[in-house]
């Protein structure tokens, strides 16, 4: 299956879809959950609870807030393969963040809790078939579709490993 038709999912979300290079899902799950999770594996403990500048998250933080977003659209995907009508609130990532105390949480605990995820995402999705991938609900005041929201559940934590890089391991 080809990769999402952006024009069945809000504009917020282009980004997330375009950071994925494969065109097919499941091959997309198999290659860039390997790698995100070496990624995250290699980071130096003096890194975990780094902040790039005065408010933003800390490497903890982000991996926490990667893991409580894959649940978020773990389950609004789940809810639009399902058919359920139900419009689906805002995710408030600042307010789970902020409640989320993942600076009493072990790395190596958060590596394996986003293993887990990952790996039930890669299993939902690949039990979903071609009609269930194309149904459509409501997230956030958007429409949105469930192969819309496989890309961007894994361009969203392609998204923050390039933040990781860039503001939190340079220095």
């Given at each position: 299956?080809?990769?999402?038709?952006?024009?069945?999912?809000?504009?917020?979300?282009?980004n997330?879809?375009?950071?994925?290079?494969?065109?097919?899902?499941?091959?997309a799950?198999?290659?860039?959950?390997?790698s995100?999770?070496?990624?995250?594996?290699?980071?130096?403990?003096?890194?975990?609870?780094?902040r790039?500048a005065?408010g933003?998250?800390?490497?903890?933080?982000?991996?926490?807030?990667?893991?409580?977003?894959?649940?978020?659209?773990?389950?609004?995907?789940?809810?639009f393969?399902?058919?359920?009508?139900?419009?689906?609130?805002?995710?408030?990532?600042?307010?789970?963040?902020?409640?989320?105390?993942?600076?009493?949480?072990?790395?190596?605990?958060?590596?394996?809790?986003?293993?887990?995820?990952?790996?039930?995402?890669?299993y939902?999705?690949?039990?979903?078939?071609?009609?269930?991938?194309?149904?459509?609900?409501?997230?956030?005041?958007?429409?949105?579709?469930?192969?819309?929201?496989?890309?961007?559940?894994?361009?969203?934590?392609?998204?923050?490993?390039?933040?990781?890089?860039?503001?939190?391991?340079?220095?």
């Amino acid at each position: 299956m080809a990769k999402p038709d952006l024009s069945r999912v809000h504009e917020f979300y282009h980004n997330y879809i375009n950071l994925v290079t494969e065109n097919d899902l499941m091959e997309a799950f198999r290659k860039e959950s390997h790698s995100i999770i070496h990624f995250f594996e290699n980071i130096p403990s003096s890194k975990y609870d780094y902040r790039y500048a005065e408010g933003k998250w800390t490497t903890k933080e982000v991996l926490q807030h990667i893991i409580d977003a894959e649940r978020v659209f773990i389950y609004r995907a789940l809810t639009f393969a399902r058919k359920d009508s139900t419009p689906l609130p805002k995710f408030d990532e600042d307010l789970f963040a902020a409640n989320s105390k993942a600076a009493s949480r072990i790395w190596n605990d958060l590596i394996e809790e986003f293993r887990a995820v990952r790996k039930s995402a890669e299993y939902m999705f690949g039990s979903f078939d071609a009609e269930q991938l194309e149904n459509s609900g409501i997230a956030s005041n958007h429409s949105n579709y469930v192969l819309g929201m496989g890309y961007i559940l894994i361009g969203h934590a392609l998204h923050h490993q390039n933040i990781v890089k860039e503001r939190y391991l340079k220095k």
